[in-house]
């Protein structure tokens, strides 16, 4: 029996030998979990961190050049501005140079008015009166001034000479 006892020792020891392998087998695994996480939890955390550097960069690259696009934005606003205000004077010194403005004085351009009505009816009193005095002595001359009317109208017949040129065309 004793050969029966060793075998069972030796089985009992192989057994347990098997057995811790596979709980040395299971706390290998167990620690190559807890390190593969572990250096998977490092790598996200350095993996994060690099992501919110590389963003505060973006962000600061992007204020400065929203700032810089800012900046020269308004100064060519102001210079549109200078721009448009020179030129705006200079087209006010323009029209008030060459242009006198007249006052609009109602009573003075009513007077002025009248008074050129005055010598307009005047100068006109003084043509007509010579004229109907001239019309009684000097006849004849009337005869002829209307003798020389129609021949001042000739070139108005032209057209009417046209229209019976060409209905004679069409009769041809």
């Known amino acids: 029996m004793s050969d029966i006892k060793k075998a069972a020792e030796k089985t009992e020891e192989i057994t347990k030998k098997i057995w811790l392998a596979g709980l040395g087998a ?10 593969g996480y572990d250096k998977m939890n490092d790598q996200t955390r350095e993996f994060f961190d ?14 400065s050049n929203v700032k810089s696009t800012k900046d020269k934005i308004k100064e060519q606003a102001d210079k549109n501005k200078e721009l448009l205000s020179e030129q705006i004077t200079e087209l006010r010194e323009k029209v008030s140079g060459n242009v006198s403005i007249p006052s609009f004085d109602k009573e003075e351009l009513l007077e002025e008015l009248q008074s050129r009505v005055n010598s307009l009816t005047e100068t006109l009193s003084k043509l007509v009166k010579p004229a109907k005095s001239s019309e009684k002595k000097a006849a004849p001359t009337k005869k002829t001034a209307t003798k020389k ?4 109208r000739a070139p108005a017949k032209k057209p009417a000479a046209k229209r019976t040129t060409s209905a004679s065309k069409t009769t041809s």
């Open 26 to 35: 299971y706390g290998q695994g167990l620690d190559n979990l807890q390190q």
């Open 50 to 63: 690099e992501l919110v550097a590389r963003g505060e960069k973006l962000e600061s690259d992007t204020k």
């Open 149 to 152: 009317a129609p021949v001042k």
